[in-house]
């Protein structure tokens, strides 16, 4: 690769570091060119990218950027999952894909301007969607809505009771 061809390289992942606040590094070694782009459509479904890098060029996207933290766990083969505004969604396509193929595992990720571990990254992937979430509170209001329904007709019952006595 020429020098104007990294640079190019390093312009185009600046570029894309830069649209995105979440990010995850991977370590993709075991798997094969199928198994990476059945990754990359479940990730850009999530509205996520993934790419493969050199960790050099991702080193120098990420230093132009100010992204701190990542620099240690760029070693290996590596691949950044450009997780976009929603980094739940893009760690949920990863744990998905995980528990399938056992790979690519997570070394480390920057959610929200924060460097966080591999295992904060698999517990993200763990949270319920917002639409379960919504679902198990209107299901908790619901169950209060019965109890106060339920204690009102006991109420009910004794008044009943004692004035029939």
Do not use: W
Not at 22 to 44: C, E, M, P, Q
Not at 63 to 75: C, E
């Amino acid at each position: 690769m020429s020098k104007a061809e990294r640079q190019a390289t390093v312009e185009t992942l600046t570029q894309a570091v830069k649209g995105s606040p979440n990010i995850y590094v991977t370590d993709f070694a075991g798997l094969n060119v199928a198994k990476i782009t059945d990754l990359r459509r479940r990730l850009r479904q999530a509205g996520a990218k993934y790419l493969v890098v050199k960790n050099t060029l991702a080193q120098r996207a990420l230093a132009a950027n100010q992204v701190t933290g990542l620099d240690d766990h760029l070693a290996g083969p590596t691949g950044l999952v450009l997780a976009g505004s929603d980094p739940l969604a893009a760690a949920k396509v990863l744990g998905q894909f995980a528990k399938e193929h056992q790979k690519p595992s997570v070394r480390a990720g920057r959610v929200d301007g924060k460097t966080v571990d591999a295992a904060f990254v698999k517990r993200l992937g763990e949270l319920p969607s917002r639409d379960e979430l919504l679902g198990q509170f209107l299901g908790c209001l619901n169950g209060v809505l019965y109890q106060v329904v339920g204690a009102l007709e006991a109420l009910k019952e004794k008044r009943s009771a004692e004035q029939a006595s």
